[in-house]
Every structure is written in C-alpha cells, then in structure tokens.
C-alpha cells in the first residue's frame, strides 16, 4: 500500500485580500514541494478570505479569485495543491479545487450550507451534489468542505468511491464548546467510513468572528491522532499510511496549556490583534478606571500589540477612589504603557453649569452619572484622534446583555475585546493571566486589589454594581440559560432562581438591544454572541 506526505496549511488568509492571499498561498507550496509533499492543502476560501459576505455580490471579485487560482495552477509543478475559493458558474459555490501538473484538474462544490449562528452560506452559494475523490500518490482521496463533514452522506459517497483518506478544509470558528463538537464529528464519520481524516482549519480574527486552527488528525479506528495548536500559524507535516489508515504528525506545535481559560485569552489576544493590525491602525487606546474590566482589556491589548502600541488613559472625578487612582497606575507601570491622568471635574461641571436652566425642577439622577461616562467619551475620542489611535470599549457581555453601559460613553470605542465574556468570566481570566505571569517569573499583570475590590461604576459616593443588578454569580448564570441556553422565564426560575430576578433580568436584556445594536464588535467566544449571531428585533412585544 501507498503512502502520502501531506502539508497542512494552518495560516491566516485575510477576507478581501486576494493578490496577498494567492502569494501567501504560491509561497507556501514552493515550501511543501522542497519539503517533498505530495499535496498541501489550503482552508476553505482561502484566496477570498472567509467569509467574504457580499464582496461574493461582485463580479469583480470573483473574477480576480479565479484569475489568481489560474495563475497558482502553473506554480504546482512536482506537488498537488488542494485550493479552497469562490467558484462562479453563472452561480456561485463555495469551492475547493485540486491544482496539479499546472492545471487546476478537478473542483469540488461545498454540498452542505450552514445557515445558522454566524454562517450565512445561503445567502451567497449554491449547494453541490456530489463528493470527489482524487488519486494522490496511489491513495484514493476524498475532498470535504468544513460543513460537509458534519453530515453523513458525503463522507459515505468518498467511501463508497473508494477513499481512503478523507481531507476536510474549514474556515470553522472558535467557540467554547466548538473543539469538543469537532472531535464528535470526525470520530463518527471515521468509524461510520473507516477512513482516516485529516481536518485542516483557518486560523486568525475577522471582526467578529475568531478562528482557531487547532486542525486535526483522526485514523481510520475513530482515534485521534494529532491535534495542533490553537491559534498557532504553521505548516503542519503529515504522513499517512494507507495499508493500516493511520496518519502520523511530524513536530507539530503543542499548546504549552490547552486550559480554557489559555485558550479563551489567546482568542482574545488574536481577535483583537488582527482586527487592529489588519485594519491599519498603529495602536490603541482604552480608558483605565482601576476596575477589572479595563484591567483585562489593557492586558489582553498589551499582550495583542506589545506596550509601545498601547495608550492608557484614568480620568478621575470626586468620586474616584484612591484605591482605582493607585490600581490604574500601577498596572499601567507594571505594563510599560504610556500613561495619562485627565481630571474631567471641571468639564463635568461646565456641562452641568450649562444645563442647569434646562434641568430646573428636576432632582439628580443617573443622567448626571451618565454625562460623567460621556465627559470621559469625549475626551478618549479626543486623545484617539489626535494620536490616531483606535478606541478599545472596555464594557462585558453582562454590562451589554442587561443595558448597564452608557450610550456614547463608555460604550465609546470602536472594538470591543471583551463583547462576548461574561463578568464571571472576566474575572476567571483575570486570575488565570496573573498566574500565567507567575509561571514565568514576573508580577501580577492586574494588580490584586482590582481583582478583589467591588465592582463599581464610580459615578456617585459608595456606588457598586450591586446596587442596580444581581450578584454577578446569580446573573450570569440566567444570563446564559437565557442568551446561549433560549431557555424562557418559566424554565429558568424552575432552576433555582427567584422568579421576579428573573422577569427583572429578561426584562433588561429585551429592553437594551437598541443599546446593542449601537455597540462596538468584539470577539465571538461563546455561542451566541450578540451581533452577528443574536439577532432580535429592537421594537418588539414578546416579553
């Protein structure tokens, strides 16, 4: 029986960016035909980027993703090249081909079309009807695109065809719960076919939407064979014997710790990092309060971009404690990140010098709380403008999901590092970054005392969180039976939860999706995020 090298190209292939892709894409099969590859395989959509959303809309588009696969063609001279791209017949596929003897030989059509959370294929392809199969160095090769091998039948019409070996490409993003869901799939069609599976995904952020690569070996038994790194761009080498159809990694990168909370930051981390770099900003800017959120955020952005590229900015009022004046600048040390103090006391008291006629006869309430948050929003859009660097929002899925967040104020920003991470979680990663920091020899990257302290917005004299919502325990936990689980009132409060906390909560998070749909975008890390995924309607009576 045979055997075949493969290489697996676990890159990054930017959405839109088609001449750099297909140069990414020449380069690396020059380097897996030195290497003596049989076939280097490519994710899915790789010279459009995924997704491409109605870019796909553009005849232009299309034509230069066909043009730039009919140039690599000529460049796979001594190796197959397995090529995921848009292929336009009068309609449009989400496509794989096989580039050969420098000819494209045989394309491949998508058959199954996700349309559920953040995939829209429906919209921009038609669906194909058939698996192929290819010989490549005497192995009868099956060819698979990311959803297809969700489902059973075209992985049985490879088998059926004679595959031994079946080659998945993806553009497949992460979740929590995603790795364990991809490692179901893949054992059930290997023992449901007997082939082996070598599963190769897209790494790398796409507004909101984060790919983690982490590609996959599974044998011809259903065992795993190999699993890569999360997040990690790399070449993946690939030996596959055909007489017992197990499939051997050579010096694949390991995770160094595969813990959920390593996993979920280093998301993070590449989400924001390549919205930044891939959008052309130099750095950033984030407001730091001394609370954990903008804590996290100025470590994750320091940890995406590196100190030189980060701006912090504290803006104290009378109610700023000592205790978030000291927090803020002693991270901002630890971090070796330039460092402002701007009092906005006294714009504070302009403004409300200013409508102090037009408020006659009302009492104070949060609208003068707020026109603190939005003072600090002028003046960090200011500092952005000037030093044209972009604005992080530091606010969290809790603070977004029930509303507690101020309109053109701390909800100012234009990317939004933790979107989709509950409070809970915030803190989770906030001690598992400090610990991190430990193993290495170095000092807590957020200063204890933040982490410990009670959450608090700071707008008026002994404010917490706590006052205006649930312990964050208790809100989290019907937040995500809620947004994630669709569970309804009844079946929540069911579980344990007072009924009225509930009908508070739900209430909250039905009345604040105007506040939403105005928020910045930020990583998807959970499954359903708000966004792109969640989608409600902003005038609506279902409550």
């Known amino acids: 029986m045979a055997n075949l090298r493969l290489a697996l190209a676990q890159f990054d292939f930017a959405v839109g960016a088609v001449a750099a892709n297909a140069a990414r894409v020449g380069d690396l099969i020059a380097q897996a035909c030195t290497g ?36 690599l063609a000529t460049a796979t001279d001594g190796v197959a090249a397995l090529v995921g791209h848009p ?19 045989v394309t491949a059509h998508k058959q199954a079309l996700p349309n559920y959370g953040v995939f829209d294929d429906k919209r921009y392809f038609r669906a194909g009807h058939e698996t192929v199969t290819v010989m490549i160095a005497g192995v009868r090769v099956g060819l698979l695109i990311c959803e297809d091998v969700w489902r059973p039948e075209p992985a049985a019409q490879a088998a059926a065809a004679g595959a031994e070996l079946i ?16 490692e179901a799939a893949l054992t059930a069609r290997a023992r449901e076919t007997g082939c082996a599976f070598a599963y190769l995904n897209l790494v ?70 390549d919205y930044i770099d891939k959008n052309g900003f130099g750095g950033v800017l984030l407001g730091l309060s ?36 000291d927090g803020a600048r002693a991270q901002a040390e630890q971090l070796g990140v330039d460092y402002h103090i701007i009092s906005i006391e006294q714009t504070y008291e302009s403004f409300i010098t200013a409508l102090t006629p037009a408020f006659a006869g009302k009492p104070a309430d949060t609208t003068e709380e707020n026109l603190q948050s939005r003072t600090r929003g002028v003046m960090l859009m200011a500092l952005s403008n000037k030093h044209g660097r ?60 933040v982490i410990e302290r009670p959450p608090s917005a700071e707008l008026r004299d002994n404010q917490t969180d706590q006052d205006s919502l649930p312990p964050y325990d208790e809100l989290d936990a019907i937040l995500a039976r809620f947004i994630e689980g669709e569970q309804s009132q009844a079946e929540i409060a069911a579980q344990g939860f007072h009924a009225d906390t509930v009908r508070r909560v739900v209430r909250l998070v039905l009345l604040n ?31």
Request: hydrophobic letters at 45%; charged letters at 20%.
């Open 36 to 71: 003596g590859a049989d076939l280097v395989v490519f994710p899915e959509l790789t010279l459009s980027g995924y997704p491409p959303e109605d870019l796909l809309l553009r005849p232009s588009f299309l034509a230069a993703c066909e043009s730039e696969l009919a140039a």
């Open 204 to 273: 790398g952020g796409q507004d909101e939407v984060v790919y983690d690569g982490a590609s996959m070996l599974v044998n011809g038994d259903g065992s795993i064979a190999a699993r890569a790194a999360a997040f990690v761009d790399a070449l993946l080498w690939v030996e596959f014997d055909a007489a017992t159809r197990r499939l051997h990694a050579q010096s694949w990168p390991v995770a160094v710790d595969s813990s959920i909370e390593a996993t979920l930051y280093a998301a993070l981390v590449r989400g924001t990092r």
């Open 290 to 325: 001394g609370g954990i959120d903008s804590a996290l955020t100025l470590a994750l952005a320091v940890d995406a971009l590196g100190a030189e590229r980060v701006t912090a900015a504290m803006m104290p009022t009378r109610y700023t404690s000592q205790l978030s004046l």
């Open 513 to 543: 999706e105007f506040k939403r749909r105005q928020s910045a975008p930020g990583p998807r890390v959970t499954t359903r995020a708000f966004g792109r995924e969640r989608r409600y309607p902003i005038t609506s009576g279902w409550r």
């Open 390 to 449: 972009l604005l992080l929002a530091t606010g969290n899925k809790s603070e977004m999901a029930v509303g507690y967040a101020t309109l053109y104020g701390d909800m100012c920003g234009a990317y939004a590092p933790l979107k989709d991470v509950y409070k809970t979680v915030v803190y989770q990663l906030s001690r598992w970054r400090n610990a991190h920091a430990a193993l290495a020899g170095e000092g807590d990257v957020i200063p204890i005392a």
């Open 167 to 182: 080659v998945v490409i993806n553009a497949s993003p992460w979740d929590a719960a995603k790795h364990t869901e991809r």
């Open 87 to 105: 292929h336009s017949e009068g309609e449009v596929y989400n496509a794989a081909s096989l580039l050969r003897d420098g000819r494209i030989e």
